[in-house]
């Protein structure tokens, strides 16, 4: 998650880059299926950012529904984002 400054991150699988800034997470989806990242993180400027391990991620998931229904409205925002064909 970064809380200050500004991330480049770079997909090796899709080709593709974004910026995340205070508030995002950086590849949140790879710690939620435990798989390996194919994502690199670049900081832009001077950069704050918090890391949890999955196990940690998940036990703070199961004591706290607002971080769940957070997650969800995430997810769910980015798939409105994303263009059909």
């Not at 710690?31 to 950069?47: G, I, K, N, Q, Y």
């Amino acid at each position: 998650m970064v809380v200050k400054g500004k991330v480049e991150l770079t997909s090796r699988d899709l080709g593709s880059r974004r910026v995340a800034g205070p508030g995002e997470p950086v590849a949140m989806n790879f710690v939620l299926t435990r798989e390996p990242s194919t994502v690199s993180a670049t900081a832009l400027e001077d950069t704050f950012a918090l890391s949890i391990g999955a196990e940690d991620f998940f036990n703070l998931l199961s004591q706290n529904t607002e971080i769940e229904v957070s997650i969800f409205k995430y997810f769910t925002r980015r798939l409105e984002k994303i263009p059909t064909r």
